[in-house]
């Protein structure tokens, strides 16, 4: 049987939001804390009382995460943080796969949960840490978790794969010099299929191919960026031009040409092509998917070009693939240099302003 430890009571009142429940709970004054990471509140409450009575289940604090690739979470940080400064009997999660699917983080947390003397419990399981067999069979229901959570990741590649043999635009932010057009098609058995293509933007377009000359013309971020300022560029959004910005537009692959020196350039680099050298055709576009690492309050960082899947697009492209080669090489060689964002007082040209204006 567990027990609760018993800790200095609390008396400013403290609100925590469950986002999965839609309201708010109000921590009071209490003698004894339980760390939930909630999958079923109702659930877990009823363990918790049943286990460690009715006022710690009254009283629990609820962290609440909306993904489990690993523990680098803020609600699990934030937690762990909470158990160094407060006494927590257990960490009671309704099924195991809720707090990791991968076996390496699981084991540390069970380590470091140890260490600390909380017990951490999975109530779907029926399993804790507080016996050798408890703790044995959670590192077996890790492993199958982990197991699951692959399964997942290569159906959702599977699933990209078949996608880019259409060389659709799957949605969000469309990239400068484009916008999403939505397409229908009737299937063979009369059901109506939508898909999105992009269609280029003129203005913007002819701002890309600025970008792209600037930057091959000077071979600096700062001076390009510098270059946008003077001449009142902007972007989308109606916002300033940034190093960064300017990177994202020089290192998209949506804007090179699908033309032999890109299917050259693409095979080196060992992407996952699904496109055939003849569709290589001088006109279209490339779109790469699986290209960005999404991590939830992380910025979105590029993935290897081994991990791409790269297809044809049907939208036009708007750099040469020697232009767009070259450009890379470039970026590679000022990676390190350092950055300090120029500020100019000089009177604005008509080139790109009068381009952005519309």
């Not at 995460?65 to 940080?77: A, I, M, T, Y």
Request: overall charge positive.
């Amino acid at each position: 049987m567990y027990h609760a430890c018993p800790i200095r009571c609390i008396t400013d009142p403290i609100f925590f939001s469950d986002p999965s429940l839609g309201y708010l709970f109000k921590r009071i004054p209490i003698r004894y804390n339980i760390s939930i990471k909630l999958m079923n509140h109702a659930r877990c409450r009823q363990y918790i009382a049943m286990h460690f009575g009715e006022e710690a289940a009254e009283n629990v604090l609820v962290y609440e995460d909306f993904s489990v690739g690993n523990l680098g979470r803020p609600q699990f940080k934030k937690m762990m943080k909470d158990s160094q400064k407060i006494t927590f009997a257990a960490i009671v999660v309704y099924r195991l796969d809720r707090i990791s699917r991968n076996i390496g983080d699981f084991a540390k947390l069970i380590e470091d949960l140890g260490d600390r003397h909380i017990d951490f419990i999975s109530i779907r399981e029926q399993f804790d840490t507080s016996s050798p067999m408890g703790r044995a069979m959670m590192y077996i229901a890790s492993v199958f978790s982990q197991l699951e959570r692959e399964t997942i990741a290569e159906r959702i590649r599977d699933n990209m794969h078949e996608l880019s043999k259409t060389g659709r635009w799957l949605g969000g932010t469309t990239p400068t010099g484009y916008a999403s057009e939505s397409l229908s098609s009737v299937t063979v058995d009369g059901k109506v299929k939508k898909a999105c293509k992009l269609k280029p933007i003129p203005e913007e377009i002819q701002l890309v191919k600025t970008i792209f000359e600037v930057f091959m013309e000077t071979g600096s971020l700062s001076k390009t960026d510098q270059y946008l300022l003077e001449h009142r560029c902007v972007t989308k959004r109606g916002k300033q031009f940034t190093r960064f910005a300017i990177r994202g537009i020089l290192t998209n692959p949506v804007y090179m040409i699908a033309d032999e020196t890109a299917y050259q350039y693409l095979k080196e680099n060992n992407v996952d092509l699904f496109a055939e050298r003849a569709e290589f055709d001088g006109e279209h576009g490339i779109m790469a998917y699986n290209r960005t690492l999404q991590r939830p309050g992380k910025a979105n960082q590029i993935r290897p070009m081994e991990e791409w899947i790269v297809a044809v697009g049907k939208h036009p492209g708007i750099i040469a693939g020697g232009d767009r080669v070259r450009v890379q090489a470039m970026l590679d060689v000022n990676r390190s240099k350092s950055y300090r964002r120029p500020r100019s007082n000089v009177a604005p040209l008509s080139h790109c302003s009068s381009s952005n204006s519309t």
